[in-house]
Each structure stands twice: as structure tokens, then as C-alpha cells.
């Protein structure tokens, strides 16, 4: 499998995980959430013992065997390393090879393992990101609180460092929000609320954030608010075209009614990824917009 094989692969399961997923409990009406919600409000989810080497082994075989010979290589010297030295730089190496070939699981976890030992704020917020990306890439509920879980202590950990930067206020509201959408009420965590007034905030100051724009946008969906949505995947796309935005930008002109308006979105994702799977599914779809 190359490398444009997965950044498909990834797309289309950033996408799927807006098709099959709820509406986020707490950020829709208490009738609808009693309807949808399968966990019992103020219950905690157990959660499960993940390890880099369990979501190692599933990565692996997602990126096929050519490319896992580099990460198990670098594995096999990391176990046999000697000094706190040698390990970090192995860390350090698997977190960008992971990286490289687009599995945000076992990356996040490598640049948890440096962020634990340096302590710095680059490390805590980009093993933020990536946990916050690897929930976002797996429907498996029994390892999302984990990856959650471990969102939030890098944001805070950022956070207490920089105290007013607008990435990691960002991540955090994220993590809060999808936290809150698995029934985890954690008394250390935050809630649905607090997380969009969180994003809301870097907002306010930076209006065009691409990603507290998107996940609002995201988050107006499931909450039924469409015409919110549009406004917030306009203003992602105004500043660079990609196409999970306006994969959403079509969802909610579909649930508005307005259907031009959707196949116009659609055509638009067509184009930017040329994959006959993707594009057979955008075809029904725009077919059932014209019957």
C-alpha cells in the first residue's frame, strides 16, 4: 500500500465516522438525546488498556508489510536500547515514521512516551492532536475513552504552559466535547458545553481557525443546526478547499433542501479525490438528490 493509497483510506474513514456516528449528548434536545443515547447519563465507559503495541499491530497491517519492515526495525532497536538517550531518539523516530504513513494511533503515543520525558509544549500538543485524530479515525468504542482520555491530559498539560494559545484551547474543547459524546463524565474533565464555549473563544479571536472552525461546524450538525454548519465549512473552505469540509458542506445543504446547492459540493469532493469507491458512493448520492 503507498502513501496516496492511505491518505484515501484515512479520508474515508474521517468521513464514515460522520455517517454512522450520534448526535453528540448534550448539544441536542434532552427528548432526542433519550432516543439516541445508549449510555446512561453520568455513566463512565470502562476503558479499555490500550498500548502502543496494540494499536501498533492493527497499523501494521492497515499499511501492508512493506512499510511496516521500517517500524518494526525501529521497534526491535528501541527494546534493545540502553540509554534514556537512545530510547527518546527512537521514540522520536517512530512517532514521525508513523506519522509518515498517516496512523495517528501509535504516532500519538510515541510523542506521549518524548512529551512525558521533555515536558515541553510542542511535544504535549501534537501527541494532543494525534489522539484527538486517532478517535476521530476509529469507530471501535472500546478504545475511543483511551484515546480521549489521553487527549485531554496533553491539552492540559499544554495549556499549563501556554495558558492563552488557541491550538491547544482548540484541542482540548475537542476532546472535551467528544469525551462528553462517549457518556464519560469525568468530575477532572469538561463537558459538551465547555468545549464549544472553548472553541467559541479561539473564534472570537481568531475567526478563519480552520479547526475550530470545522469541529463547531461538525458539532452544528449532529446537533441538527445545519444553517450554523454551512457557515462554519464556508469559512474552512475560504481559506483552503479540502475535501472533508465540503463533503460536510454537502451533507447539510442535502438536510436543508437545498439540493443544487449539495450536488455542487459533492462534484467538488469528486474532484478532489479521484477514487472510484468514494466516487460511486457521491454518484448515489447525487442521484438520489435528482430523484
Known amino acids: 500500500m503507498n502513501r496516496k493509497q492511505i491518505i484515501v483510506i484515512v479520508i474515508v474513514v ?3 465516522g460522520y455517517l454512522y456516528s450520534l448526535p453528540v449528548k448534550g448539544l441536542i434536545k434532552p427528548k432526542v438525546a433519550k432516543a439516541t443515547s445508549g449510555v446512561i447519563a453520568g455513566s463512565r465507559p470502562s476503558v479499555t488498556n490500550v ?3 496494540v494499536v501498533s ?11 511496516a519492515t521500517k517500524i518494526t526495525d525501529l521497534e526491535g ?5 540502553t540509554s534514556d538517550a537512545d530510547k527518546l531518539n527512537l ?6 515514521q508513523w506519522d509518515d504513513d498517516n496512523q495517528p494511533a501509535p504516532s500519538a503515543f510515541y510523542y506521549q512516551a518524548v512529551a512525558r520525558k521533555e515536558g515541553t509544549f510542542e511535544n504535549w500538543l501534537i501527541a494532543g492532536d494525534h489522539f484527538n485524530d486517532a478517535f476521530k479515525s476509529i469507530q471501535d468504542t472500546a478504545v475511543q475513552p483511551a484515546y ?3 487527549a485531554v491530559e496533553a491539552f492540559k498539560n499544554a495549556i499549563k504552559l501556554k495558558p492563552d494559545n488557541l491550538d491547544a484551547k482548540t484541542g482540548l474543547g475537542i476532546a472535551y466535547v467528544n469525551q462528553t459524546s462517549l457518556g464519560i463524565a469525568d468530575p477532572n474533565g469538561g463537558s459538551p458545553m465547555q468545549g464549544i464555549v472553548l472553541l467559541l473563544d479561539v473564534v472570537k479571536h481568531d475567526p478563519t481557525n480552520r479547526n475550530a472552525n470545522l469541529s463547531l461546524g461538525l458539532f452544528a450538525m449532529k446537533s441538527g443546526q445545519f444553517d450554523k454548519a454551512v457557515a462554519r465549512f464556508k469559512t474552512v473552505i475560504a481559506q483552503k478547499a479540502e475535501v472533508e469540509p465540503y463533503f460536510y458542506l454537502a451533507e447539510c445543504y442535502k438536510q436543508l433542501g437545498m439540493k443544487k446547492e449539495a450536488i455542487e459540493a459533492y ?15 457521491i454518484d448515489q448520492y447525487i442521484k438520489e438528490l435528482k430523484n
Do not use: F, Y
Open 57 to 67: 499491530a492493527s497499523a501494521k497491517t492497515a499499511i501492508g508489510s512493506a512499510l
Open 267 to 281: 462534484n467538488k469532493c469528486k474532484e478532489m479525490i479521484p477514487d472510484p469507491v468514494i466516487g460511486q458512493k
Open 148 to 150: 480521549i482520555e489521553n
Open 77 to 81: 532497536q528501541l527494546k534493545s536500547a
Open 14 to 16: 474521517a468521513i464514515g
Open 51 to 53: 498500548t502502543v503495541d
Open 91 to 96: 521514540q522520536r523516530q517512530l512517532a514521525k
